[in-house]
T-cell receptor, first 117, second 115 residues
Framework: GAVVSQHPSWVICKSGTSVKIECRSL??????MFWYRQFPKQSLMLMAT?????????EQGVEKDKFLINHASLTLSTLTVTSAHPEDSSFYIC?????????????FGDGTRLSIL | AQKITQTQPGMFVQEKEAVTLDCTYD???????LFWYKQPSSGEMIFLIY??????QNATEGRYSLNFQKARKSANLVISASQLGDSAMYFC????????????FGSGTRLSIRP
């Protein structure tokens, strides 16, 4: 149980393109979803927290207009990297949690490797 | 200030030996949870084990156990009888009750198992 599906796994695109990444909870309803960014050999950096039906809460230093997050349903959140540039190249990984309890682990998708040429 | 500290950037261990990955944390909350995740080179994050701040017993899950020392604010992961497939990055993480949703990750330890 607790499977999170993230799509696509790899994206290579030209500078200036907008890229959408989907994160789905397959066998549970996710009250909260999270988006992380990870640079090579570094830890996960939380970008934003999204709750279904409300605006995402962005971490300090994360551009809201650059990284658009939509959490339209209890099983789907999307991250859109708008007008992507080479510096946006990174590994993006989403996670979801079913219950808002301190003992609940977050379940992660397999991540998306984004390369902007 | 760092909330989660993992002081071992990398470790090499002989196959079948036990290994301890260090993690210390900083919080003023009384209620919090501690997690360990494994990230293989393929990138996915695999949940390994959880320890609650009020749990009196150390958590165990198969070959994984958590050496929880609350007064010292440490939550070390112990892997018994290491296997080649244990080679990966390991992240310690914490969720504080006061911060509601967020899980904070440490910088990670890269574990390499030698045959």
């Amino acid at each position: 149980g607790a499977v999170v599906s993230q799509h696509p796994s790899w994206v290579i695109c030209k500078s200036g393109t907008s890229v959408k990444i989907e994160c789905r909870s397959l066998d549970f309803q996710a009250t909260t979803m999270f988006w992380y960014r990870q640079f090579p050999k570094q830890s996960l950096m939380l970008m934003a927290t999204s709750n279904e039906g409300s605006k995402a809460t962005y971490e300090q230093g994360v551009e809201k207009d650059k990284f658009l997050i939509n959490h339209a349903s209890l099983t789907l959140s999307t991250l859109t990297v708008t007008s992507a540039h080479p510096e946006d190249s990174s590994f993006y990984i989403c996670s979801a949690r079913e219950f808002d309890r301190v003992d609940q682990p977050q379940h992660f998708g397999d991540g998306t490797r984004l390369s902007i040429l | 200030a760092q909330k989660i500290t993992q002081t071992q950037p990398g470790m090499f261990v002989q196959e079948k030996e036990a290994v301890t990955l260090d993690c210390t944390y900083d919080t003023s909350d009384q209620s919090y949870g501690l997690f360990w995740y494994k990230q293989p080179s393929s990138g996915e994050m695999i949940f390994l084990i959880y320890q609650g701040s009020y749990d009196e017993q150390n958590a165990t899950e198969g070959r994984y156990s958590l050496n929880f020392q609350k007064a010292r604010k440490s939550a070390n992961l112990v892997i018994s009888a290491s296997q080649l497939g244990d080679s990966a990055m390991y992240f310690c993480a914490m969720r504080e009750y006061s911060s509601a949703s967020k899980i904070i990750f440490g910088s990670g330890t890269r574990l390499s198992i030698r045959p």
